[in-house]
């Protein structure tokens, strides 16, 4: 992947089309970013804020976000802005149909904050949980990435699962609205090795959560929770 990120204007196209045909040629899947070469790019990013709703694209896209006040080195722990928010943003703009880029600055020597390695371990832990609803996922059609103001969605490659990824912790009970899960289907929470009992009724399908999971430290992750339900259809 090559970032370009300057807007070089009108004058240089022509030697920008040159250029570009090169790098093709000399790596014919690399991916340019679109900034400042228009329909040469294959990917776009947003930049300091994720879309407030799916991107109507057919290219590529992911968000690329500070995690202190610039790209820049932060001095500042106080600063970044934390392990969790790279977690509900990057949940946000997958379930979108995009991806999540944070950027963190090294020092004068080549060295990254103390802080902003501890953001970034955290979301690496988050990830190893839950992986499986971010990597090769894809958004669900239409409006449904999202139900309400803490759950977000995205779907597996092959349609076989939705994965509903609560950014608050339910409570004993989770109930959705958005997906039914398949007749004698078993959902689960990742992390958990026991599947969670279910029941669809009027207002959605209704979740127990272990009880055990009331204790935070019992949980398998923090920030998010995310679960695997095979829906009906």
Not at 73 to 85: L, M, N, V
Not at 127 to 142: C, F, H, K, M, S
Request: glycine letters at 12%; charged letters at 20%.
């Amino acid at each position: 992947m090559l970032g370009l990120d300057m807007w070089l204007g009108a004058g240089v196209w022509p030697e920008l089309r040159e250029t570009v045909k090169l790098i093709r040629t000399l790596q014919p899947d690399v991916m340019l970013r679109a900034r400042g070469i228009g329909n040469y790019g294959d990917y776009y990013t947003p930049e300091g804020f994720v879309p407030g709703s799916r991107e109507n694209t057919a290219m590529p896209w992911f968000v690329i976000y500070p995690l202190g006040r610039s790209f820049s080195y932060e001095p500042e722990p106080a600063q970044h802005k934390g392990g969790r928010w790279i977690i509900h943003n990057l949940v946000d703009a997958v379930a979108k149909g995009g991806a999540f880029m944070v950027g963190i600055g090294p020092d004068a020597n080549g060295r990254f904050h103390p802080t902003a390695i501890e953001n970034l371990e955290e979301a690496g832990a988050w990830l190893d949980v839950n992986g499986e609803a971010i990597y090769a996922t894809r958004p669900r059609d239409g409006d449904l990435w999202r139900e309400g103001d803490h759950i977000r969605y995205t779907r597996s490659k092959d349609g076989r699962f939705v994965y509903a990824v609560a950014l608050e912790w339910p409570g004993p009970e989770l109930t959705l609205e958005r997906v039914q899960p398949a007749a004698g289907s078993t959902v689960t929470m990742l992390g958990l090795t026991q599947p969670l009992a279910w029941t669809q009724g009027g207002k959605g399908v209704s979740i127990r959560l272990p009880r055990a999971a009331e204790d935070p430290a019992r949980r398998p992750c923090s920030a998010a929770w995310v679960f695997r339900i095979q829906p009906a259809g």
